[in-house]
């Protein structure tokens, strides 16, 4: 009797850890997810690490679009943390990345808000890239 009690508890923790997962609440980029300053670090970043190998354009063209609009921001975190800079990938600061991403959002208009764009995965899936 013990171990049915035992495995209840267990089902009723799974359910709450299930609840409180999908509680993490979406949201687009036009509800202002970053920053000035973090996008004013951002910039300076872009320019000391990355405007020799992309130019800015880069992030607001169509291919772009194609490659993250609709999904997480996470994917382009997830992606630029492992891959750049190219010469010494996964370098900088999760900070760092996320000021970059909060840059890229200031290029395409996207509004800025009153908290920093976050660095974990949870609040970044929960954030959606559209097109401006």
Same mark, same amino acid.
């Given at each position: 009797?013990? @171990?049915? !009690?035992? !495995?209840?508890? @267990? %089902?009723?923790?799974?359910?709450?850890?299930?609840?409180?997962?999908? %509680?993490?609440?979406?949201?687009? +980029?036009?509800?202002? +997810?970053? #920053?000035?300053?973090? /996008?004013?670090?951002?910039?300076?970043?872009?320019?000391?690490?990355?405007?020799?190998?992309?130019? %800015?354009?880069?992030? #607001?063209?169509?291919?772009?679009? #194609?490659?993250?609009?609709?999904?997480?921001? @996470?994917?382009?975190?997830?992606?630029?943390?492992?891959?750049?800079?190219?010469?010494?990938?996964?370098?900088?600061?999760? &900070?760092?990345?996320?000021?970059?991403? /909060?840059? +890229?959002?200031?290029?395409?208009?996207?509004? #800025?808000?009153?908290? &920093?764009?976050?660095?974990?995965? %949870?609040? !970044?899936?929960?954030?959606?890239?559209?097109?401006?």
């Amino acid at each position: 009797m013990a @171990w049915v !009690l035992g !495995l209840g508890t @267990w %089902a009723a923790v799974l359910v709450l850890s299930a609840a409180s997962l999908g %509680a993490q609440e979406k949201k687009s +980029v036009k509800a202002g +997810v970053y #920053t000035a300053a973090q /996008a004013e670090r951002g910039q300076a970043l872009y320019k000391a690490k990355c405007a020799s190998c992309h130019a %800015a354009n880069y992030f #607001t063209d169509n291919e772009f679009y #194609t490659n993250y609009a609709g999904k997480p921001l @996470w994917d382009l975190f997830d992606v630029i943390s492992d891959s750049m800079p190219m010469d010494d990938p996964g370098s900088l600061k999760k &900070e760092q990345y996320a000021d970059l991403i /909060a840059y +890229v959002l200031q290029l395409n208009r996207f509004p #800025t808000g009153t908290a &920093e764009l976050p660095i974990d995965k %949870a609040a !970044l899936s929960a954030i959606q890239m559209e097109k401006p």
